[in-house]
């Protein structure tokens, strides 16, 4: 969380930009403190800053014990499962004193927060997604009193607004080759995960229970040659059903360190950069578009071929990535330890057959209807209107077959129109165009 570096955005640059990076990757960070972002004003809409009025009201008590202080009690006053319980071992955390293969730090997620904990620590780490905003970090301290405050922490962003956030307020989830102390080992190197990353890349530094077939990854493993850190045992690690064997869970809240949670926290970690990153660059594409025009005397409204691909270019990266174009297929099915699947699954909403866009396949797929269910959130539905109109309108032709170009040609047909025929019935505020045939 230490590391520097620079806020710049050069809008010379933006006329090519999404040509040298049509998937975001390297994207330069966004400037935070200007009027079309206004990052640094004070949340209000996160589930933090709501959950920390009604403390503040006396509308809600933080119960606290003295084995994970408030952990319990921000969890359930947060509605996050504990199934989603994930154990990572590296030091890839501002606490990472306290943070080993001994004691590895523990994180829960719902579809809009995510919750750290580690032995002993001082404080309890929140991430809270605002819907305008992006990532908005926070601490609890770990004292027992009548009204706990949790602390904003913008000097997170030192790592979570970064090239490897796509250069916004965000969060990631690395896979590293970690010593047997927990430490990176950097001349290695390491990678950011998500759904289309190769199962061999990744829970570097991570606990992982659950089962996987032949297929192999880097969790439950150090690297014990310090000459060739990455040469990891992997069948070691591989199809753990219980940790007890090599470290101690006595201490958290759960045994697991579900595999199945690890996988969706990878998905939407991106997936919520994603939606940033597309109201970030639509917001100050607009601001520069109106002084432009203010300055040559346009007419308001008119947008340069500049501004488009400012706006529609991040907009398909999106696109692309909800609608898993880039998804690996599984080796083996896949199977948790902790209840997540089912939990996750039950979360619906449902159409009338009784389909869900959190349905889980697991065996070939993540999914089996291939569409982030992060369509129903807050933070999809905030995108300013000009791009998420142009969203909603390219998600309907690819999925109702207008567009059957090689972007998208991994959807079936099938897949399309069960895509299509849930959303009908389960997203709120669709054109009226989505329900012609």
């Known amino acids: 969380m230490r590391t520097p570096f620079s806020l710049t955005l050069c809008f010379a640059l933006s006329g090519n930009l999404w040509a040298q990076m049509p998937d975001l990757s390297g994207s330069f ?55 989603t319980q994930m154990l990572v071992f590296s030091k890839t955390s501002f606490q990472f004193g306290r943070i080993s293969p001994v004691t590895p730090r523990s994180l829960y997620f719902n579809d809009d927060v995510y919750i750290g904990w580690v032995q002993n620590g001082e404080v ?26 949790f602390d904003r922490r913008d000097e997170c962003l030192q790592c979570h607004a970064s090239p490897r956030t796509l250069g916004v307020p965000g969060h990631l989830v690395r896979s590293v080759y970690s010593d047997n102390e927990g430490f990176p080992q950097t001349q290695a190197g390491g990678f950011v995960t998500d759904h289309r990353s190769p199962f061999e890349e990744r829970w570097g530094g991570w606990y992982v229970t659950g089962t996987h ?13 310090k000459k060739h ?50 109201s970030y660059e639509t917001k100050v594409a607009l601001r520069t578009q109106d002084e432009m025009n203010k300055a040559l005397g346009r007419p308001k409204g008119e947008w340069s071929d500049s501004t488009k691909r400012r706006i529609h270019s991040p ?35 449902r159409d009338l057959r009784g389909r869900s866009l959190r349905d889980l396949d697991l065996q070939h797929k993540t999914f089996v209807y291939p569409c982030s269910y992060l369509v129903y959130s807050e933070a999809f539905d905030a995108i300013p209107a000009d791009a998420r109109n142009y969203i909603l309108r390219r998600l309907w032709e690819v999925l109702s077959g207008k567009d059957n170009g090689p ?25 009226t165009y989505w329900f012609s045939e």
């Open 29 to 83: 960070t966004f400037p935070l403190e200007g009027n079309a972002i206004g990052y640094a004003a004070p949340a209000n809409r996160d589930p933090i800053a709501l959950l920390q009025r009604r403390i503040d009201s006396g509308e809600v008590k933080l119960g606290f014990d003295d084995k994970h202080g408030y952990l319990q009690a921000v969890l359930d006053a947060l509605h996050v499962p504990v199934e």
């Open 124 to 149: 309890v780490e929140v991430s809270s997604v605002d819907p305008e905003r992006g990532a908005i970090f926070y601490t609890l301290d770990q004292k027992q009193v009548d009204k706990p405050k």
């Open 213 to 225: 077939g032949a297929a192999r990854h880097m969790g439950n493993v150090v690297g014990e040659d």
């Open 229 to 278: 850190p990455d040469q990891l045992d992997l069948e070691a690690g591989a199809n753990l059903e219980s940790l007890d064997h090599i470290v101690d869970v006595s201490p958290y809240i759960t045994p697991h360190s579900d595999i199945v949670a690890l996988m969706l926290l990878e998905h939407q970690s991106r997936m919520h950069n994603l939606i940033t990153r597309v």
């Open 315 to 349: 907009s398909e990266v999106l696109l692309r990535y909800m609608l898993f174009v880039e998804e690996p297929e599984l080796k083996a099915p896949v199977k948790g330890t902790s209840g997540f699947e089912k939990m996750f699954a039950e979360a619906g909403p």
């Open 407 to 431: 972007d998208f040609r991994s959807l079936t047909s099938s897949d399309r129109r069960a895509v299509l025929e849930i959303l009908r019935e389960t997203k709120k505020g669709l054109p």
